[in-house]
């Protein structure tokens, strides 16, 4: 019986994580949209990123919120590594100079 | 470890640059580096020999020198814009303008003439922009490259930064210029046999197969940001200008070549 | 207006080297434009160079010929000072012809 509650409780439990809300996603995008800001700061914006973004839009409007919060939050590693990428190349260039 | 702050220097550079692809490419003439990968690939070479009879560019180079003589409604021309009328000029180009404090590029001077003189301005990647700089390189032709820096710490920071965005890794794919045109040159990217750095602009603009068109220097230098998965800048974006300043003043002495046909 | 045929032949007694640069968009109708339309096929379909009232080289074309099409072929016969006809007429009717002299 408790085995039984138990495994009752773990998937509504893990049913309720799977499905993303329209706040979910909302959050999601925010998160992605300050990112690629900072990026753009740095003049520093890749291309998948700004794609991923999109995706989320389109599968928004769509009502899918599962792929659409799965791509804001790709959208916001992808970001994320561009500002790292930036960031950390202001000194690693000069490895790459002729002297 | 920390670097010791180094002194900007150009001269120092550019002998160091000179002597990386001399060394890389001992059987290439200097002068030829500045027709990029034909100078590296034998069956490559051949092919652009015979095409040049008949070069892809001809149509714009002749809509060039038909667009540059045209008067602006005005009644004035380019000519009223440039020394020498703008002819022969081409190798000048970018130069650092002490009064605006930026690098001003030959696409930037042109446009400014244009509105000048009441005209709109031309899109700076391709069709009339490049027709008119292949007709003004084309009467460059053989003319060593000879860009100046000023001794002004604002136009040696615009060297800088152009040396600095050259070496700096960007896009998705993480390559930097310096990855496929210092390291790689002779080298294929996919079908591509990549071209060195050293005289790299002294083609422009080219018509290029793959664009089955005429592309400036910006349409290049977007393409290839867009290439490493990088989002292209403005045509005329600061960082745009100032490399151009640099990859052309390290090429100083090499001959004009274009315009130029690329695969 | 310029023509849209560049040519240049030489004689090297027995044979002729021609070659040719055509300017034509060359579309092949199967190529987008940036709003998502077909750009509708616009090409050459017949090249045509004539020497001494004789057809010395025909080409049919269709949609995979590129841009701003280049031939170069060789002939037997033509002296230095002869006519040389070329002539294209594309898939909208449009037309074009110049005639050069073997060099």
């Known amino acids: ?55 989320a839009r389109k599968a928004a409007e769509g009502g899918d919120f599962d792929a659409a919060t799965a791509q804001a939050k790709e959208a916001e590693a992808l970001a994320k590594a561009s500002i790292f990428q930036a960031t950390s190349e202001k000194e690693r260039w000069k490895d790459m100079e002729i002297r | 470890m920390t670097r010791a702050a180094e002194a900007i220097d150009p001269v120092g550079d550019a002998k160091a640059f000179r002597d990386y692809f001399i060394k890389k490419f001992p059987k290439v003439k200097l002068e030829d580096f500045v027709n990029g990968p034909y100078s590296l690939n034998e069956d490559m070479r051949k092919q652009w020999e015979e095409k040049e009879e008949f070069p892809p560019y001809e149509f714009a180079l002749d809509a060039g020198k038909e667009m540059f003589a045209k ?54 990647v391709k069709d009339d922009m490049a027709s008119l700089t292949a007709y003004m390189a084309f009467t460059s032709r053989g003319k060593p490259m000879n860009i100046k820096i000023p001794n002004d710490p604002r136009a040696l920071d615009a060297y800088e930064n152009g040396k600095r965005y050259f070496y700096t890794r960007r896009g998705q794919l993480n390559f930097s210029c310096a990855n496929c045109h210092v390291q790689n040159p002779g080298e294929r990217l996919r079908a ?28 290049r230098f977007m393409t290839c940001n867009s290439q490493t998965r990088a989002e292209p800048l403005e045509p005329q974006a600061d960082e745009y200008r100032d490399l151009e300043y640099y990859l052309s003043y390290l090429s100083n002495g090499l001959p004009i070549s274009g315009p130029g046909a690329r695969p | 207006m310029a023509s849209t045929i560049r040519v240049r032949a030489t004689s090297s007694g027995e044979n002729t080297e021609v070659q040719a640069l ?33 057809r010395v080289f025909v080409a049919d074309w269709g949609p995979a010929v590129a841009k701003d099409p280049y031939v170069k072929f060789s002939f037997k016969g033509g002296q230095k000072g002869d006519d040389l006809k070329i002539g294209w007429v594309d898939n909208k009717g449009a037309s074009d012809s110049t005639t050069a002299k073997i060099g």
């Open chain 3, 22 to 54: 055509v300017q034509h968009p060359m579309d092949s109708g199967y190529v987008k434009d940036a709003q998502g339309a077909i750009i509708p096929a616009h090409f050459i379909q017949q090249l045509t160079f004539e020497h001494g009232g004789k």
């Open chain 2, 71 to 124: 008067p602006f409604k005005n009644g004035k021309g380019y000519a009223d814009c440039f020394p020498n009328g703008g002819i022969g000029i081409r190798q000048n180009y970018p130069y650092f303008d002490e009064k605006e404090g930026k690098v001003v590029t030959l696409e930037l001077a042109l446009n400014r003439c244009r509105e000048a003189n009441g005209e709109a301005p031309l899109s700076y």
């Open chain 1, 1 to 55: 019986m408790r085995v039984l509650l138990a495994i009752t409780l773990l998937i509504s439990g893990a049913s309720g994580a799977l499905a993303a809300s329209e706040a979910d996603f909302k959050a999601a995008y925010a998160a992605a949209e300050a990112a690629e800001k900072e990026a753009g700061n740095l003049r520093n914006r890749w291309l998948p990123t700004e794609t991923a973004l999109a995706a």
């Open chain 2, 192 to 219: 591509e046999i990549l071209a060195p750095a050293l005289g790299i602009l002294n083609a422009m603009p080219i018509y290029r197969s793959e664009w089955s068109g005429m592309g400036t220097i910006s349409r």
